[in-house]
């Protein structure tokens, strides 16, 4: 199986878990709502440090916080990582606090353009954190209770 690059430092395995990757290959990436790698290369360039999201390609346990199979028992029934348009992640040397004060720093650019609309309450998700691009019409990131 081939690795493919979606951005400057992002490839497509970090955005799909390994069943739709191995049965997809590169066609995985008609899964994933293109908002939200352009929102996490956003961040990334924006913060300057890695971003982990699946680090299953390298033979790490991280496998479902991108694109999970409908099959999956990990999250909720029509959770938005089953359409493509959510990741959970951490960023290296960065509290998950510091993560979410920064995307909640450049939340403008984020929702003028769509690229995260809504984040998990971090009181709940203390080791990563959960953003995605679903719609809510609003002008401000929606912070939910997982």
Not at 3 to 27: A, H, K, M, W
Request: proline share 3%.
């Amino acid at each position: 199986m081939k690795r493919f690059r979606l951005t400057d430092n992002f490839y497509l395995d970090e955005f799909v878990c390994p069943g739709i990757y191995s049965q997809y290959g590169s066609r995985s990436v008609y899964f994933l709502d293109a908002r939200i790698v352009t929102g996490m290369q956003f961040i990334r360039e924006q913060i300057g440090k890695p971003i982990h999201i699946n680090n299953w390609w390298d033979g790490g346990p991280l496998d479902e916080r991108g694109l999970r199979e409908f099959k999956t028992k990990t999250g909720a029934k029509f959770s938005q990582h089953k359409f493509g348009r959510a990741v959970d992640s951490n960023i290296v040397g960065t509290s998950v606090k510091d993560y979410f004060e920064f995307v909640m720093s450049h939340e403008k650019y984020l929702i003028e353009n769509q690229l995260i609309t809504t984040i998990e309450n971090i009181s709940f998700t203390k080791t990563w954190l959960h953003c995605d691009c679903r719609y809510t019409g609003l002008d401000h990131i929606l912070i939910v209770n997982p």
